[in-house]
């Protein structure tokens, strides 16, 4: 059995090799952009020290 590949089955590979990298380097892309997005949405630290001194409204507990 011959392992060599035919003209049409080493251009899919090489296609489909081009396609891999470039799925991975999307998905690296896309988890930085994910990741940063979480860090920006968290509350800074001053935000929540300043949240936490912020006077509810109380209820009357009689």
Do not use: C, F, G, W
């Not at 059995?1 to 396609?19: F, G, I």
């Not at 952009?33 to 936490?52: C, F, G, M, N, V």
């Amino acid at each position: 059995m011959s392992t060599d590949l035919t003209a049409a089955e080493r251009a899919e590979l090489d296609r489909l090799r081009r396609e891999n990298q470039l799925l991975r380097v999307e998905k690296e892309m896309l988890l930085r952009i994910a990741t940063e997005y979480a860090l920006d949405a968290r509350p800074s630290r001053t935000q929540l020290t300043h949240a936490a001194r912020v006077d509810l409204p109380r209820t009357a507990t009689r």
